[in-house]
């Protein structure tokens, strides 16, 4: 099928259309089966799938065709001198990250349809609004990857940012989920404050947001120096919010406080991704100088080896997989800043179908622990990999299709994720054979690689192997046993996006041969159409000799396998024991995640809440209703008038004074007293104002 | 006689739009229903005659015999309640008041013909040239006093509150729309053609008084705003407010280089206004319906959100759009205006009054006061409890209506472009070049 603007306007608009649909349709006026919500849904993110399968998918080898649509990009918001410019583009990073978006949003979909039926033993009160928030996602992350400028493109971070906040707290009766969903939003958004910094110092010194006019004005020192860093540290500060990289990483954890589908989709597959979209997108237009990739670089690297290491000590299998995302994200980091934009996109691609695959087989275990669980009536936490254990047997499908995943994501040969970290990391070591002083950002690299596949494979082996409950503690632990011997495993309509979300974190469809990096490189590497010439620096690093390549095959690989036996030594035979390491001092440090949470806590939340406190005090005494800054200001100033006097304090404390709120009303007052009713007062009013005029214009003119 | 451009067009568009949209509501309204005659619409339909005759006047003679057209069919419109006191004695207000302002702008008319010899507008500049400036600019006060009554801006501004109240909710939206629109654009003209010389604006420093007015007119119509217990008369403070900052866009005119882009502000605006104002006003107008909350009191829309939403959240949205909240129609009219305002400043030498950047700052204030009576209604209609839990529905075809005047409250200021929409600007530079070889059908050429 030929690749048109119509086409791309329903690949965007489709899921648009659907939660329009459900939020004003379905909620409110379809009583009968609660499912016609999830059709809406999954016909919104099916069609953009299938229009992309047959339209974009088969132009991926055409490198130098652009599209554009509209062919002109629209004037949208217009300021006279400076102006707006949006429109649509696909070029091939577009193409492919459109086929992951739409193939990972509808497997999550379908998933979700079984998942999302059930909230504490009763039916889900609010089916169709989860399903009408997953596709106002769906078209905020089709609207970013289809933007040709960073305007749209940041309207669709701050949709996805918005939808992220209602999903994670969509159980919004526990505690715990209020306070994670709004401790994802203001994290982000301290990134997005900053972006949004960077995007103003571009419009500033390039005059335009347009991707293509972007590259060009840098190329033509329009923005650049010491600027040109600021607003590349600017925009990659969005980045580290959106991707959860250090020092903005712990909201992520957190945000596995939502539904499993979403902490698959949102916080592991696409949006977290996005920051990584946007950094790769910077690199490419030549926003970020040597400087700043330096910056992405070490946060990137250091990132990935931070997260890792904390995922060594987690108990909650959700909260594993959390930061493992984390350490990923930091990967595709330092890629970017190693200036490897290929193995960057390569492994958001790659990453996003495994760790879709390992979220959702989670979500299936859960699942169908918390079905047993609450069978037995049992209060134990699902979501607890102690009280997993010996699930092979029981649930095989889901099981095999985890271990492909795990596989993938610890990097052995024979899977995707193989094939993109190994991109990874011998650009790295590239880029360290050049620059020998920045060695860290290698070791940051392999050291993680021999970490991920430790947790994961701990992770596996306590809820896939040994015996039925094995790890689990406390009173309940017998029953818990019990139980676990009963679970089933999942239907078709979960087992299914778990089996196709697998097929993609093998190596065989991304390259024939199982080592090198296919066509994905060739696709992603050709020049991209619209940029200029010069630009494709972004190009030039990255491809060390082939020697680079195959020791870093040889030393991820034997780091890798490394890891795997180490945690089976620990865990599947039991030859070591955990114990003196679990005492010790570096676990309780891991096992507190640094303190950062702890220190964020105390240094902004709790100084906010003693502010708002302070300030919701104050409006009380002050404000009855509106909130006045101008108001408060005066306030403040009388305030500290009648403290100098020591007179009149009182009133301000009983509210009876509302600062300029209540002088304006006086004003107010005084003028509604000219307005008596009577005629010839106006009159009066009319030609006293003139005779006053008149004066005030004599004399001007003497 | 009169002018055939771009401007003219444009504002007899949103006058005739006015126009229609009136008498669609009045159809319904019980107030004219009950009281049938047919004279309404013809009354409507008169004075928007006299409105658009007001939009393209050129001549001193055709401006005055203009607004007398409006205003007369206006004072019965005002009045057309005859059994009601309250409207009787607003029309009465009205006349008399009327009667005065325009006596005072016939004075000032007079005595510009007297200095100058002309009544044509175009010909104004060249006979004024000679002129003492403090004779030109207390005519000129003579004639914004009758300007000012059209524009209800202060001093000349008492009449409105009265006559809005006591008027048919339909008549009285038509009037704060139509009537306004004829006269800035009458204002626009005037001031442009005549006084845009870059001498005069220099000697009589007109820009400095209108300035001033301005000023006055957006703080005293917000000030007295805030306390009202009356919707209508809050809308009629609103509106008076409104007038002040479009005064702005009259004042930008002060600087040639910027005086396409002023028009085009103040016809933006003007676009923008129809919809949010007429919008709010009719939901009032809905509301004040026996069979709903028979009641134009402030106090009588609390717990309105749970009663009836859709009317609810279409009037927070109007007012949202009145503040200027972005990403309202309202928000962009005044970010136009304003932008206008200060280019004009920044791009002025030595021009008076184009200087005058206290004055932005004192619009953004304005802005920031009139956002505590705007949202005071919206406190009341969302967070304060209701009387009586009887919903209130609206009827379907209002709904409709309301649609047609929503949408574009929200899509307006993201789709205007200057350079494709921007009517006036593309016509108003059309007609400066065309006027001069073509001469339109009833208009005398003008120059500039």
């Known amino acids: ?702 | 006689m009169v002018a055939d451009d771009g401007l003219a067009w444009f504002f007899k568009l949103v006058i005739l739009g006015t126009a229609l949209l009136t008498c669609l509501v009045s159809i319904r309204s019980p107030e004219v229903f009950d009281a049938f005659r047919g004279e309404f619409f013809v009354l409507v339909v008169f004075a928007a005659l006299g409105m658009v005759l007001m939009a393209g006047a050129a001549n001193l003679l055709m401006l005055y015999l203009a607004m007398e057209t409006a205003s007369l069919s206006s004072y019965v419109l005002a009045g057309f309640l005859s059994g009601q006191s309250r409207s009787a004695e607003a029309s009465f207000k009205y006349v008399i008041y009327g009667a005065v302002a325009s006596g005072v702008m016939l004075f000032g008319l007079s005595l510009l013909f007297g200095i100058g010899g002309t009544l044509d507008l175009a010909e104004l500049p060249a006979a004024l040239a000679g002129a003492s400036p403090l004779a030109v600019v207390l005519a000129l006060l003579f004639v914004l006093a009758g300007l000012g009554y059209k524009l209800a801006s202060v001093p000349f501004h008492m009449w409105s509150p009265d006559v809005y109240e006591g008027a048919p909710l339909p008549v009285t939206a038509f009037l704060s729309v139509a009537s306004k629109a004829g006269a800035f654009a009458l204002t626009l003209r005037f001031f442009d053609e005549a006084f845009g010389d870059r001498a005069i604006a220099l000697a009589t420093q007109w820009p400095l008084l209108l300035a001033l007015i301005s000023l006055l007119t957006m703080t005293i119509g917000n000030l007295a705003a805030i306390g009202q217990r009356n919707m209508k008369r809050l809308l009629a403070y609103s509106s008076i407010a409104h007038g002040g900052y479009l005064l702005m866009g009259v004042v930008a005119l002060a600087n040639p280089a910027v005086r396409a882009e002023a028009m085009a502000a103040v016809g933006f605006y003007f676009v923008a206004y129809l919809f949010m104002n007429l919008g709010a006003f009719y939901v009032v107008q809905h509301l004040a319906e026996p069979e709903r909350l028979n009641s134009e009191m402030i106090a009588d829309y609390a717990g309105l959100l749970r009663r009836s939403p859709f009317l609810a959240v279409a009037l927070s949205i109007f007012l949202f759009s009145l503040i200027g909240i972005p990403p309202f129609a309202g928000f962009w009219a005044k970010l136009y205006l304003f932008e206008a305002f200060v280019r004009a400043g920044l791009e002025a030498e030595g021009i008076a009054g184009g200087r005058h950047l206290w004055l932005v700052v004192a619009a953004l204030l304005n802005t920031a006061i009139s956002l505590y009576y705007y949202l005071y209604v919206v406190k009341t209609m969302c967070f304060d409890s209701a009387v009586e839990d009887r919903p209130v529905r609206a009827h379907p075809a209002f709904v409709g209506l309301m649609l047609v005047l929503l949408i574009p409250t929200f899509v307006l200021g993201l789709l205007w472009s200057r350079e494709e929409l921007g009517v006036p600007v593309v016509q108003v530079e059309a007609s400066a070049s065309l006027s001069s070889s073509v001469s339109p059908t009833l208009g005398t050429p003008f120059r500039r």
């Not at chain 1, 609010?126 to 289809?146: C, E, G, H």
């Open chain 1, 1 to 702: 099928m030929e690749l048109s603007g119509t086409l791309l306007a329903i690949v965007l608009f489709a899921p648009l259309v659907a939660f329009l649909i459900q939020i004003l349709l379905v909620g409110r006026w379809v009583r009968g089966p609660r499912v016609a919500g999830a059709v809406v849904s999954l016909l919104g993110v099916g069609v953009p799938f299938f229009l992309v399968l047959v339209g974009v998918v088969p132009h991926l080898f055409e490198p130098t065709a652009v599209l554009w649509v509209p062919q002109a990009p629209l004037r949208w918001i217009d300021l006279g001198p400076l102006s707006f410019q949006v429109g649509l583009m696909v070029d091939n990073t577009t193409k492919v990250l459109l086929f992951m978006v739409t193939l990972v949003c509808l497997m999550i979909h379908l998933f979700s349809v079984e998942y999302m039926k059930v909230r504490d033993g009763e039916p889900e009160p609010y089916y169709s609004r989860f399903f009408a928030y997953l596709s106002l996602f769906t078209f905020a992350m089709i609207l970013l990857t289809l933007s040709d400028n960073l305007l749209t493109l940041f309207i669709g971070w701050e949709l996805m940012g918005l939808c992220s906040y209602l999903l994670i707290g969509f159980y919004y009766e526990r505690k715990s989920a209020q306070d994670a969903a709004i401790k994802a939003f203001l994290t982000t958004r301290v990134g997005d404050v900053l972006l949004l910094i960077g995007l103003a110092i571009v419009w500033a010194s390039v005059g335009s947001l347009r991707l293509p006019e972007v590259a060009q004005g840098v190329q033509a020192g329009a923005i650049k120096g010491w600027l040109l860093t600021l607003a590349g540290l600017f925009l990659f500060a969005g980045a580290v919010g959106k991707s959860a990289q250090f020092p903005l990483h712990t909201w992520l954890p957190d945000a596995m406080e939502g539904p499993t589908p979403v902490s698959a989709l949102i916080h592991a597959a696409t949006m977290v991704a996005a920051g990584v979209y946007l950094a790769a997108r910077m690199l490419q237009v030549g926003l970020f100088d040597e400087r700043t990739l330096l910056v992405v670089a070490y946060v990137g690297g250091f990132t990935a080896l931070f997260a890792a290491s904390i995922a060594l000590v987690q108990t909650d299998i959700k909260r594993v997989l959390a930061y493992s995302t984390v350490s990923q994200l930091g990967y595709m980091m330092l890629a970017v800043g190693v200036g490897n934009y290929t193995a960057a996109l390569f492994h958001l691609l790659t990453h996003a179908f495994f760790k879709a695959c390992l979220f959702l087989g989670s979500g299936s275990v859960i699942h169908a622990l918390h079905e047993a669980f609450h069978r037995h009536h049992l209060h134990a936490d699902a979501q607890d990999m102690r009280n997993m254990g010996g699930l092979r047997r029981r649930m095989p499908l889901t099981f095999g299709t985890f271990l492909i995943a795990t596989l993938a994501i610890s990097g052995i040969p024979l899977t995707a994720g193989f094939l993109s970290k190994d991109a990874i990391l011998a650009g790295s070591l590239a880029y360290v054979l050049e620059h020998p002083q920045h060695l860290m950002l290698a070791v940051f690299g392999f050291i993680a690689a021999a970490m991920t596949a430790f947790y994961m494979f701990r992770l596996v082996f306590w809820t896939f192997a040994g015996t039925p409950g094995g790890r689990a503690l406390g009173p309940e632990a017998d029953a818990v046993r019990g139980a676990l011997a009963e679970v089933r495993e999942s239907s078709w309509v979960m087992t299914v996006p778990l089996a196709v979300l697998a097929f993609f974190a093998l190596w065989i469809f991304w390259s024939l041969h199982p080592a090198s990096e296919g066509w994905i490189a060739e696709v992603l590497s050709g020049a991209e159409g619209w940029l200029p010439e010069a630009a494709h620096r972004a190009e030039a690093h990255g491809h060390g000799p082939a020697s680079v390549h195959l020791w870093t095959m040889v030393l991820s690989v034997g780091l890798a396998l490394l890891g795997v036996l180490v945690a089976a030594l620990f865990y599947l035979y039991r030859r070591w024991s955990t114990e003196r390491f679990a005492q010790g001092q570096f676990a309780r440090v891991l096992e507190a995640k640094y303190g950062l949470d702890a220190l964020y806590d105390w240094a902004f939340v709790r100084n906010a809440h003693r502010l708002s406190q302070w300030s919701g005090r104050f409006d009380l005494r002050v404000i009855d209703g509106a909130v006045n800054g101008l108001a408060y200001l005066v306030v403040g100033a009388r305030h500290s008038f009648t403290w100098v006097t020591g007179a009149i304090d009182r009133y301000v404390v009983d509210g009876a004074v509302n600062g300029v709120a209540w002088l304006l009303r006086q004003l107010g007052a005084g003028f509604r007293q000219l307005q008596t009713g009577y005629i010839q007062g106006y009159l009066l009013v009319v030609f006293s104002g003139l005779v006053a005029l008149a004066f005030l214009i004599s004399a001007a003119f003497r």
